[in-house]
């Protein structure tokens, strides 16, 4: 079946690229209402209002969706500093500030009715800071937008049986010259998770059967509040701010069974656990911009983050079919904060050279203890755990503008950091990395772009790795690691474009990362035994071809039709720390694969549409054990909606249609897995159902 899917999804890419390149030859003489609609600059690809009726859009968010060979990005928080966290979204020519608000969000609040045009930037400009991105998206508003809201609901039936509402509202106002936005965002889940589950020996032999219930309810609510205020003629201030709250409840039953002498299942134990989680948090962000010039400005950004949850008590009771046997109790509880300033001089010197530099200063820290306690056994397992990350990073960019084929962006960033951890383990760590970028971006012709780039990136430190952990329905327990560093990796990327008409758009990338110090499990052993703990297992390499595709199908029957395809292949590399063998990535997948396929029907005011979505299988490897993660047929959506009734866009669809559940065989090992002798194997699939809904979305 793997190889099935592979070689498909691969004659899938020959396919979609061959449609491209065949419909890249149309007439460049064939013009359109929607050609009109389309201005194209240099760098910079305009679209009018008129370009996105056909998709009968409500918020900018329907409209950035539709931008030929674009895809929102909220920014990579696996790197470190605010600079890299901020997407490829512009508002007006600014940077949202994302970490606060979700750039879906920043979108969701802005009525279609008050965009003037959408701008694509396709490559490195001397007005925009690229930020490391390919493209960007400058949503553009019209002048004195503003006292106009808009809503999103959604009514969710979940496979099992329940009904659940999610939503969000917003509205912006101005008072004087200050704008101002209020929203909610609520989301309430009730999903139930199907489980059937195998256990057997070294020989093949069944050892028990298991079926499990896992029931789940989650809810959460998050208030967001913004404003925007001139200053002066020339001074700005922004402000983001977020708050939520949010609860996660789930009972799960399981009823094993075993071969009785005569081989026949009969039942032999009930496995019983349920948890309540909950937590709260505040983010807010401070933006102040001032330009001495037209030529020079600057920008001071604030970001404070404080955050609380509580896990548990999470209990795990056995017991047999007379009586109760054992039980396992897990509580946990923690809380974050992160604070950072960043300041920026931009300078553009003149219509060929840029040039910004600045610094950064951050400060992060975790809090987290965990206990285990067993009964009848009467010893906790505790841990208490406080790290620490005082950060600091100087950084410049420069942006040639060679001429008109040609740009190259280049940087440096200088990061200094210091890492301090208490509690049951105590050390104290100093770093310094260097992260030199340069990008080279040349314009074959005005259809036609290629972009050269070479980096090097720190990923973030993740702090729960310092800390302890454990999953009791999994019997799997995770010590924390205080010799953790964050990996590191130098990236060298290929990418060409091809844009046909002026709907279409084709980009293959071709990556190579190595990877200093890659991130994965290590063994520690203690005096009750071997353990798995978050750690670094060397250096790694991964080679991988992305593909984007963005056509449509008129020239195959359907009109008003667009598909989207994502394609991407990985192949993975390092040395396993127990075998010393060659392997793949713990917890990668080599293949990726994604179809949006929609269709319009403008007079009838309908439209259609489906995704697909496929991951390849995945190995996770362990000190005892080794996983094979798959996820069979992939999911499917499907959905209906229509804009007849009050300028409402209503949309009936389901999703998961062809959900046949989640593949999982973990294979245990007597000793390390470096020694095979397999002791069990456990197969398992698991499977939430399709889930069908009402969603309604207007302005006001």
């Not at 039942?267 to 807010?284: A, E, K, Q, Y």
């Not at 950064?360 to 056994?377: G, K, M, Q, V």
């Not at 009734?645 to 046949?660: A, E, H, Q, Y």
């Amino acid at each position: 079946m793997y190889k099935v899917k592979r070689t498909l999804c691969a004659g899938v890419a020959a396919i979609l690229a061959t449609t491209g390149a065949v419909m890249a030859q149309d007439s460049p003489d064939e013009e359109s209402s929607v050609a009109q609609m389309v201005t194209e600059s240099g760098a910079i690809v305009g679209y009018a209002p008129g370009f996105f009726i056909a998709y009968s859009p409500v918020t900018a968010l329907d409209m950035v969706r539709r931008i030929p060979g674009f895809s929102l990005s909220g920014g990579n928080t696996d790197r470190r500093g605010l600079g890299d966290s901020f997407g490829n979204l512009l508002i007006n020519g600014d940077r949202p500030s994302n970490k606060s608000v979700s750039l879906d969000t920043v979108l969701q609040r802005i009525p279609a009715s008050d965009v003037e045009r959408v701008e694509l930037v396709r490559e490195a400009h001397s007005d925009f800071d690229m930020r490391g991105h390919a493209r960007l998206v400058n949503v553009i508003l019209r002048e004195g937008a503003g006292n106009s809201g808009s809503y999103n609901i959604r009514l969710t039936h979940w496979d099992s049986g329940r009904l659940t509402p999610d939503g969000e509202i917003s509205y912006s106002t101005r008072l004087g010259d200050v704008e101002v936005n209020f929203g909610l965002e609520t989301t309430l889940r009730g999903p139930r998770q199907g489980r059937r589950e195998t256990l057997r020996d070294s020989t093949g032999a069944l050892l028990e059967q298991r079926v499990e219930s896992d029931q789940r309810r989650y809810w959460e609510h998050v208030p967001t509040f913004a404003f925007n205020a001139p200053l002066g003629e020339n001074t700005s201030l922004r402000f983001d701010s977020r708050a939520w709250i949010w609860e996660w409840r789930r009972g799960q039953i399981s009823n094993v069974s075993a071969p009785n002498a005569n081989g026949d299942l009969i039942p032999s134990r009930l496995d019983r656990s349920s948890t309540t989680n909950f937590g709260h948090g505040l983010t807010g962000t401070f933006t102040f911009s001032h330009e001495f010039s037209d030529s020079v400005s600057m920008e001071t950004v604030f970001l404070a983050t404080r955050e609380q949850w509580e896990d548990g008590p999470e209990a795990f009771e056995t017991y047999d079919p007379v009586a109760f046997v054992n039980s396992a109790t897990f509580t946990s509880d923690g809380e974050r904060e992160e604070t950072a300033l960043r300041q920026t001089f931009s300078w553009t010197v003149n219509p060929q050279h840029s040039l910004e530099v600045g610094a950064e200063a951050a400060f992060n820290a975790r809090d987290s203890s965990f206990n285990l306690t067993f009964i009848p056994f009467a010893t906790p397992v505790t841990d208490n755990t406080r790290v620490e990350e005082s950060r600091a990073e100087l950084f410049a960019t420069h942006v040639w503008t060679i001429n008109d084929a040609l740009s190259l962006e280049s940087g440096f960033r200088f990061e200094f950091s210091e890492i301090a951890q208490s509690g049951d383990a105590v050390q104290e760590r100093s770093f310094s990395y260097p992260k030199p970028s340069v990008t080279l971006n040349w314009r074959a012709d005005e259809q036609t772009r290629w972009r050269f780039s070479v980096r090097r990136d720190v990923d973030q430190l993740q702090f729960g790795k310092f800390a302890s952990s454990v999953n009791v329905s999994d019997n799997n327990t995770v010590l924390g690691n205080p010799n953790y560093v964050p990996q590191r990796t130098w990236t060298a990327e290929a990418e060409w474009e091809r844009r046909f008409g002026d709907e279409g758009s084709l980009s293959v990338r071709v990556g190579y990362d190595y990877v200093e110090d890659l991130d994965d499990f290590i063994s520690i052993t203690t005096p009750t035994g071997v353990f798995d703990a978050p750690g670094n297992i060397g250096n790694g390499t991964n080679l991988r071809v992305t593909t984007e595709l963005s056509t449509p199908l008129d020239a195959i029957g359907l009109e008003n039709a667009v598909l989207t395809s994502f394609l991407e292949w990985y192949n993975t590399n390092v040395t396993d720390p127990l075998t010393g063998q060659d392997r793949n990535w713990s917890g990668t997948r080599e293949w990726e694969v994604r179809l949006d396929f929609r269709q319009n029907f403008p007079e009838q005011q309908i439209a259609w549409g489906w995704d697909y979505f496929w991951l390849s299988d995945g190995d996770v490897y362990r000190s005892q054990e080794l996983r094979h993660e798959g996820f069979t047929d992939g999911d499917l959506d499907i959905y209906v909606e229509t804009t007849r009734w009050f300028g409402v866009t209503t949309r009936l669809g389901v999703d998961g249609i062809i959900d046949n559940g989640q593949d999982r065989e973990r294979i245990f090992y007597n000793g390390s897995r470096a020694l095979g002798n397999v002791s069990a194997i456990e197969n398992q699939n698991s499977n939430e159902g399709p889930r069908a809904y009402l969603q309604l979305r207007g302005t006001f």
